[in-house]
């Protein structure tokens, strides 16, 4: 049981460049969501959804893109990187019912020069 | 609204020794709550939770009591391991919505 896989555990990427961060799952989970880990402020929500065609704004959502088209996957688009969005990114899951347990990837690391 | 407060690290500690890590939340309602960790190059997993007022949880020598009354989840191990240096979230998730986390607190633990 693979649980929430994240591709490419790393990237480098220069300022406007854009690329897309794999997630998906194989646990049939129906919420899906990305965060981002920073030094001394915990993880941040970016975009979550509540299952495939359904996507929601987080608390920084701003210069990130998510679609949901499928159950298992949940890809997090960066359109124009920049330098501030150098951080450590998480997809995780769960149900949709319960008491909010999270299934997390391994994390994806993204530099922006 | 919702938020959670962790403890500032690093925390050090020498083999053996008492752990308690301090949390303290802010919510509406009877929020569940959680302490999550992550080990070196990994993603967080969950230790333990609990979702209504003075449930205990408790996972690998670790536990933590839901004090509805001072609004705390402290973090405690009787004898902490060097396998144990990881570093430890708070989080809350108000009755099944998204999860809110602390900011973290590192862990190390010396031999």
């Known amino acids: 049981n693979a649980g929430v896989t994240q591709t490419p555990k790393f990237q480098v990427l220069k300022t406007g460049q854009s690329m897309t961060l794999q997630c998906a799952q194989d646990m049939n989970h129906e919420y899906m969501s990305w965060y981002r880990q920073d030094p001394g402020m915990g993880l941040r929500l970016i975009h979550y959804?509540?299952?495939?065609?359904?996507?929601d704004q987080g608390e920084v959502p701003n210069g990130y893109n998510v679609s949901r088209s499928t159950t298992e996957d949940f890809p997090l688009r960066l359109l124009s990187a920049a330098p501030s969005q150098t951080s450590v990114y998480f997809c995780a899951s769960r149900t949709s019912l319960g008491t909010g347990e999270l299934f997390f990837g391994e994390g994806s690391r993204l530099t922006v020069l | 609204g919702n938020s959670v407060t962790q403890m500032e690290g690093p925390v050090t500690l020498s083999e053996e020794a008492f752990l308690t890590i301090n949390c303290t939340y802010t919510?509406?309602?009877?929020?569940?709550l959680f302490w999550y960790v992550q080990y070196p190059g990994e993603g967080l997993q969950l230790l333990l939770k609990a979702t209504k007022a003075d449930d205990k949880g408790s996972n690998k020598g670790f536990e933590a009591t839901y004090r509805k009354e001072t609004t705390s989840f402290h973090l405690e191990k009787g004898s902490v391991q060097v396998s144990d240096s990881a570093v430890y979230f708070c989080a809350l998730s108000p009755q099944g919505g998204k999860l809110i986390f602390g900011q973290g607190t590192e862990l190390s633990v010396k031999p």
């Open positions: 919510a509406t309602g009877y929020p569940s």
């Open positions: 959804s509540v299952g495939a065609g359904i996507t």
